[in-house]
């Protein structure tokens, strides 16, 4: 079955720093998709960043694009969230997902989700 951890959550000031991690398992990581997504309480849930796990192509979303970078590290079928320049408005359960044909920042596009890592700036 497929498995998808995330970890890295954590409460920081404004203008701190974060790294999530989501580490993948009964699932085939290379040549595939996985993102990031975050979601407050009564709001939508939102794409934040995906990686096409093959090649290493990202895309970012405009809220945070300049401050988040997505990476991955193919030897452990991991990947990651830096957050850097976080702001209030970032607080929110983060969630990574996994295949997504297309590799947008579309939820219904992904087809497993992990538990979800809280993070908090205030």
């Known amino acids: 079955h497929v498995q998808l951890v995330e970890s890295g959550g954590g409460s920081v000031q404004p203008g701190g720093s974060l790294r999530l991690s989501c580490g993948a398992s009964?699932?085939?990581?290379?040549?595939?998709?996985m993102g990031w997504f975050r979601q407050a309480p009564g709001n939508e849930r939102e794409g934040v960043a995906s990686i096409w796990t093959g090649g290493g192509n990202t895309s970012t979303a405009d809220s945070v694009k300049g401050r988040f970078t997505i990476s991955q590290d193919t030897s452990k079928n991991t990947v990651y969230l830096q957050m850097n320049s976080l702001k209030p408005e970032d607080t929110a359960m983060y969630y990574c997902?996994?295949?997504?044909?297309?590799?947008?920042?579309?939820?219904?596009?992904?087809?497993?989700w992990g538990q979800g890592t809280q993070v908090t700036v205030s």
């Open positions: 009964g699932y085939t990581y290379s040549s595939n998709c």
């Open positions: 997902a996994a295949d997504s044909h297309a590799c947008s920042l579309l939820a219904a596009s992904f087809a497993y």
